[in-house]
């Protein structure tokens, strides 16, 4: 069985516990309780006929009142950067993750999820700044950790990424 | 984790100390195992851990704990460089005996040329967790707030601009005098909205 250890990043109240719940027990709850430490759960899934489990590391989020340590990052195959795509700081907290965690880790794996993607109405992400990213190569996925939408692609997507590096 | 002749009674004090707090001792073994200090049966979230990681096979501390992973990267860094001292670790969530959440911290101890390895439950982490709760949605809240302000700012200026374009055409004198003082409402908000609090950097409300 091949195990990889996924972490999941983004800034606080990004919805990170809520995607690990939906991806991995189909839940979702509307209240917010935020993260102390880091809780690991685990899902199998299947790519191109291998067993892959994935060790998901949610880790607390990044805000004014804590700052991740990099050392959870130790030893990832790939990470999840969550932003909240109601609120544009969230993508700028990601964009600085992703640089703390290619000094940990390298240039492992990662996907760009976009959550929230129920509440469109109150969309403010810049798409330029989207755009720019796709261009340099960032996978996007937008998801809704609420009805479930992308959070399977952005997993499996991830996975399929981790598992042909 | 067998026993060793380097058992003690301290470490058999100890192992019954550790029992009554709820902290599981290990020792760090020659190798990179680990022993539980003493025979007292460790608390059952440790024990349920294991027996969850995959019931019925051998099982590491890392397979039942994952978070200490990291940890004990470190603690390994720690126990080579340090004879006498601790290092703590980060608080992990695991899944209670009662299907709670039980939060837990790694302290790794050089003393005495041995290596030990305590898992503890966190004291006061209910509170901890409370503490940044209020904060962090406090922080959202005001978050919500100030872009609920940000927004306003728009029409702001149009119907700023709106105004002075009235002030250049042909006003009878009492169209004036109430252009006056819509000018005059209009400072009035200017000056509120400037001492309210502005969107970070980085920030931009729709449709800039």
Same mark, same amino acid.
């Given at each position: 069985m091949i195990q990889k250890k996924i972490c999941m990043l983004g %800034? $606080? &109240?990004? &919805?990170k516990t809520s995607l690990v719940s939906r991806f991995v027990l189909s839940m979702f709850s509307d209240t917010y309780l935020t993260t102390i430490g880091v809780k690991v759960d685990k899902k199998t899934l299947s790519v191109d006929g291998a067993d892959i489990t994935l060790m998901l590391w949610d880790i607390y989020g990044e805000d004014e009142f804590q700052t991740v340590r990099t050392?959870?990052?130790? &030893? %990832?195959a790939g990470y999840i950067l969550v932003a909240d795509g $109601?609120?544009?700081?969230t993508l700028d907290t990601a964009r600085e993750l992703q640089s703390k965690a290619m000094a940990v880790v390298g240039n492992v794996p990662f996907v760009l999820v976009l959550n929230k993607a129920d509440l469109a109405g109150e969309w403010r992400v810049d798409d330029r700044a989207l755009w720019k990213m796709a261009e340099d190569g960032w996978t996007l996925v937008k998801t809704s %950790?609420? $009805? &479930? %939408?992308g959070v399977e692609e952005a997993f499996l997507k991830l996975t399929t990424k981790v598992a042909a590096s | 984790m067998s026993e060793s002749p380097r058992v003690t009674m301290a470490d058999s004090l100890l192992a019954s100390l550790v029992a009554i707090l709820d902290i599981v001792a290990l020792e760090r073994l020659q190798g990179g195992s680990f022993r539980q200090l003493g025979t007292e049966y460790p608390p059952a979230w440790f024990t349920q851990a294991f027996h969850e990681a995959d019931p019925g096979a051998p099982v590491t501390l890392v397979q039942a704990f994952p978070a200490l992973d990291s940890f004990l990267s470190e603690a390994e860094v720690f126990w080579q460089g340090t004879a006498y001292g601790r290092l703590d670790g980060e608080a992990f969530v695991v899944a209670g005996p009662a299907g709670d959440n039980l939060a837990l911290m790694p302290i790794a101890v050089a003393m005495q040329g041995r290596h030990f390895l305590l898992i503890q439950r966190v004291a006061g982490f209910d509170e901890r967790q409370h503490v940044f709760q209020r904060a962090r949605e406090q922080a959202l809240s005001h978050e919500a707030v100030v872009r609920k302000i940000d927004a306003l700012r728009q029409p702001f200026a149009k119907l700023s601009a709106v105004v002075s374009e009235l002030a250049t055409s042909d006003l009878a004198e009492a169209q004036r005098a109430v252009l006056a003082r819509a000018s005059s409402e209009l400072d009035a908000l200017r000056r509120t909205l400037d001492e309210l609090p502005k969107l970070a950097r980085g920030a931009s409300p729709r449709g800039r």
């Open positions: %800034a $606080t &109240g990004v &919805g050392s959870y990052l130790r &030893g %990832a $109601t609120r544009q700081r %950790a609420k $009805t &479930g %939408a | -």
